[in-house]
């Protein structure tokens, strides 16, 4: 099975389920990728995973997010469970964007957060459309393939193409991926805001 937006909400409240027949405790989960755009509904497209950005720690604070070097066993197993159930890929829960939650997020990206209870155990904080761009650009930028479909099908404006570059560069400080983040622009028709990085 797929990954969609008519599924996701059934997806989670089994894994609600699960963790708590498997024992576990209350846990906080950023997710980013085509499982925030299809759940927000920000673009209607169907993925294959669930990626995982880092855990959150939620206080009087505000939330802080931390990263996550493996989920707990208990986790796993209520993961193994509804792989089988919903005939999910085998890694169909991941950590594969862990190591951003170190190299560094956009300014103000917790406060943006779109959190979704689903049940007593599991919490899925989204991250936010804009926050999606700036990934968004920097995976185009790096790999030019469905993340620059993505890219533009979220439709971002002028103002915000011209401020994601100054995320993206913090993540990859070579003159060579400026180069190839300038070109990537200019190939998008955004040469003017290439000229100014």
């Known amino acids: 099975m797929i990954i969609e937006r008519n599924n996701v909400d059934r997806i989670f409240n089994a894994l609600n389920d699960q963790i708590g027949i498997q024992g576990g405790s209350a846990i906080g989960l950023v997710v980013c990728g085509g499982t925030a755009l299809t759940a927000l509904g920000l673009i209607i497209r169907t993925t294959k995973d669930v990626d995982v950005l880092g855990l959150v720690k939620e206080d009087s604070a505000g939330i802080h997010i931390k990263k996550i070097e ?71 930028v790096d790999r030019n393939d469905y993340h620059t479909d993505d890219l533009f099908a979220l439709e971002p404006t002028i103002e915000e193409i011209e401020k994601a ?32 990085i």
């Open 165 to 196: 570059p100054e995320w993206v560069l913090t993540q990859d400080v070579s003159d060579n991926f400026r180069q190839i983040l300038k070109d990537f622009l200019r190939k998008y028709n955004y040469g003017i805001i290439a000229e100014r």
């Open 70 to 140: 493996n989920f707990p066993k208990w986790f796993s197993k209520a993961a193994a469970i509804v792989q089988r159930d919903f005939n999910l890929p085998k890694n169909w829960i991941n950590l594969g964007p862990a190591p951003q939650v170190e190299l560094g997020l956009p300014e103000g990206f917790e406060s943006r957060l779109i959190k979704k209870k689903y049940g007593d155990y599991l919490s899925i904080y989204y991250i936010s459309r804009i926050d999606q761009v700036y990934f968004k650009l920097y995976a185009a």
